[in-house]
């Protein structure tokens, strides 16, 4: 499975997802470790841009990545080990969409492609797809939040 | 009050002095221990802030914005309260904003930020974090457009998507008395004239972001609480009314129940509430909605104005927001009939920085006095307005803001002052020197604008009491403590930044259970006795600002026209004040 972001014309940034995703990987609540980004493109004035993981299946931050840290992950995108990551950010620079930034200890975020977003998305905006080499089991383990 | 909070940095007041250009973070635990945040604090802080022997627009005054202990951390907790000195009263100026602001204080970690002091020239504030910087505003002074003043500070300012951008138009710049802080081109800190002391402190601007993490004692508690409230708002029908049609809803059953001011208030109902209806802006010109940050309602709703300026079919286009109390204001008050000519109004008030309702309540009177002829055309500089034309009123709010004469500087300072000097005082509408907000219903509406402490149909909500008495015929004294009620929890919802709109999703027992899973313990006869507390400290400072209950006289047209209750009997007014004053002084408890 891997997250879509499907209708963001419906988007009213309300960054429900945001406080999510934060709180359901960090013990504290916050808008920055947020994997998926709610961002503005000329103020609320203009349309939202959701920026997320675009689960690729042959990533180019994993490339980029000097010590090994991201790990390409079965149905595209990759996994963080943490221990390895040096916050050196070659990763957020190879990401040609931006879904990648530190969070406050300087380690890699990365989208887990685990759905919570899309359970506190009111409007549909996002939503969860299968793709073919996925383990279709993932997703509903992994709305469980996560410690 | 029994404990502290547990989560630190949720007490940090910026104290900002733009005179000398420092600023300063102190930890307030006292006060937030106490009154929890937003309104109560805010009132504690320009209590302490406020000198005597000085009026609004003097430079020590402050300006406090406050946000609550739930704000960034639970939904719809998305309001920032503003407290300063109304330059339109002279007396208690509060005023709430939604928008991006509350989020963008909480992660950039200040509770409140009091703001006094003069700038020597334009500034805007940029807060990010810690890094508190004053920048020249000096370009942007005199610029025609609010929603310009967003677009320039956004290249200039970092953090896309994550800040707020508050600012004054030439209303404010120029100390029209109802000038308003527009907050993320959508959202105001509307009533009272805050954006007449931003400019009278020569500060056009301020941004703010961060990117903080907040501490929270248990994560399971406060996920499952989180969950709960959320679903109740996004599961349930309770929020339907917001995100369908919006507060423009009331349009058609507020005119059915005779309750819709129409030509300043000469009628309460309107023969093309049809045309201005919620229904018809939702299905003919509403384009999108979109929400204040961290709330999932989207009650935000932007209209298209297409208009054709050339043949050709060349159209220009703008967006804007509308609401009930703006399709009030400058539609059925002024007898406008079309959709068009009402967002077209809306929109010159919104590129001025100026308060809607206050605007229309002074072009209303400024109307039935032209109609009368009690101007000359020297002092109206031509300017004849009549119910429905849309031309001169455009005409008239461009001159309003230009004051460019004694009358329109007149004009400027509301329908209170200009009714003195140019007589109709019978027909200028206001409770508490303000400009009354949309609703005749009867007894409940007069009383609760009268005594709120900001002369708000949001005090205590008393035009809603009314549709109760409508129904079910309640005493004199049942609308005394609804009144008394709804002041008080509205004095928690306030201080804990709830916006009023979710006020059916945060009743007592969920806000208990909110600030239980951050830490906070509070029992609900704690809450209700902080309301009560609240409100009095409020009136303390009202009666140290000059205001007296005891002087307060209402015009005529108040008990002229039919309201929803049908035509009010003054004296029983008087009497339901005087029920209202002993339960609150006399008796003590409530």
């Given amino acids: ?147 | 009050m029994p404990n502290t909070f547990s989560i630190s940095g949720l007490a940090n007041v910026l104290y900002i002095d733009l005179s000398n250009e420092t600023s300063k973070v102190v930890e307030r635990q006292d006060l937030h221990d106490k009154y929890l945040g937003g309104t109560g604090v805010a009132t504690m802080l320009m209590n302490e802030g406020s000198k005597e022997g000085t009026d609004a627009l003097d430079p020590v005054s402050p300006v406090v914005l406050s946000i609550g202990p739930l704000s960034g951390i639970f939904p719809c907790c998305t309001k920032v309260v503003s407290v300063f000195r109304s330059p339109l009263t002279g007396e208690f100026g509060e005023s709430h904003a939604g928008g991006r602001l509350a989020m963008a204080m909480r992660f950039a970690g200040y509770s409140s930020i009091v703001i006094t002091g003069r700038a020597k020239r334009p500034v805007y504030i940029s807060i990010h974090n810690n890094d508190i910087a004053f920048k020249d505003a000096s370009s942007i002074w005199g610029l025609s457009s609010t929603t310009d003043i967003g677009k320039i500070l956004r290249n200039v300012e970092p953090n896309i998507g994550k800040r707020s951008i508050i600012r004054i138009g030439t209303a404010g710049e120029n100390g029209v008395r109802y000038a308003s802080v527009n907050v993320d081109t959508y959202r105001h800190f509307g009533r009272l004239g805050l954006g007449a002391v931003f400019g009278a402190k020569n500060l056009k601007a301020i941004v703010v972001s961060g990117d903080g993490e907040i501490e929270i004692p248990d994560k399971s508690t406060y996920s499952n609480t989180y969950k709960k409230i959320f679903s109740n708002i996004v599961e349930t029908d309770l929020m339907d009314k917001y995100h369908d049609l919006g507060t423009t809803e009331n349009i058609l059953p507020l005119n059915e129940l005779n309750g819709l001011p129409t030509r300043n208030l000469q009628q309460t109902s309107f023969e093309y509430a049809e045309t201005i209806s919620g229904e018809n802006f939702a299905d003919n010109y509403l384009v999108r909605k979109i929400s204040c940050a961290h709330c999932p309602i989207g009650c935000i709703h932007i209209a298209m104005l297409k208009t054709l300026f050339a043949p050709l079919h060349e159209y220009e286009v703008k967006h804007i927001s509308y609401d009930y109390e703006l399709v009030y204001a400058l539609g059925t008050n002024l007898g406008i009939l079309t959709p068009e000519s009402v967002l077209e109004l809306i929109d010159r008030c919104e590129q001025y920085g100026v308060d809607i309702i206050s605007m229309g309540g002074v072009l209303a009177w400024a109307t039935e006095m032209s109609m009368h002829k009690r101007f000359t055309t020297g002092e109206t500089m031509n300017v004849s307005l009549k119910w429905g034309d849309v031309t001169n009123y455009l005409r008239a709010i461009d001159l309003i803001i230009e004051s460019p004469n004694e009358f329109y500087s007149a004009l400027a300072k509301g329908v209170v002052f200009a009714s003195r000097k140019y007589g109709g005082d019978d027909f200028a509408l206001h409770a508490g020197g303000l400009e009354i907000p949309g609703y005749h219903t009867g007894v409940g509406n007069l009383v609760g604008l009268t005594v709120g402490v900001r002369h708000s149909h949001v005090d205590n909500g008393g035009y809603s009491i009314d549709q109760k008495a409508f129904k079910n015929n309640l005493s004199d004294k049942e609308i005394v403590d609804l009144l008394i009620f709804e002041d008080d929890i509205r004095g928690v919802l306030n201080s804990l930044t709830i916006c009023l709109f979710a006020r059916g999703i945060y009743t007592y027992d969920t806000i208990i259970e909110a600030l239980a899973a951050i830490g906070i313990e509070r029992s609900e006869e704690e809450l209700i006795e902080l309301g009560r507390d609240i409100f009095m400290k409020k009136y303390e400072l009202k009666r140290k600002f000059g205001f007296d209950l005891d002087d307060v006289r209402f015009p005529s047209r108040f008990f002229e026209t039919a309201s929803t209750n049908g035509m009010i009997d003054e004296a029983r007014v008087q009497n339901v004040l005087s029920m209202y004053k002993d339960r609150r002084w006399s008796t003590g408890k409530t």
């Fill in chain 1, 1 to 147: 499975m891997r997250i879509k972001v499907a209708n963001q014309a419906r988007c009213i940034g309300c960054y429900s997802c945001m406080m999510a995703c934060a709180r359901t990987y960090y013990s504290t609540i916050s808008l920055k470790n947020s994997a998926i980004d709610i961002q503005t493109s000329g103020g609320i004035e203009s349309a939202y841009v959701s920026v997320v993981c675009h689960a690729c299946i042959d990533p180019p931050c994993s490339r980029a990545c000097p010590t090994g840290a991201l790990v390409k992950r079965n149905g595209g995108g990759v996994e963080l080990k943490t221990d390895l990551c040096t916050g050196c950010e070659q990763c957020a620079d190879a990401c040609l969409v931006g879904a990648i930034h530190m969070d406050g200890n300087a380690k890699a975020i990365v989208c887990r492609h685990c759905g919570i977003c899309t359970s506190f998305c009111p409007h549909e905006v996002l939503e969860m797809r299968k793709v073919p080499s996925a383990d279709t089991t993932h997703a509903e383990t992994s709305h469980k939040e996560v410690k």
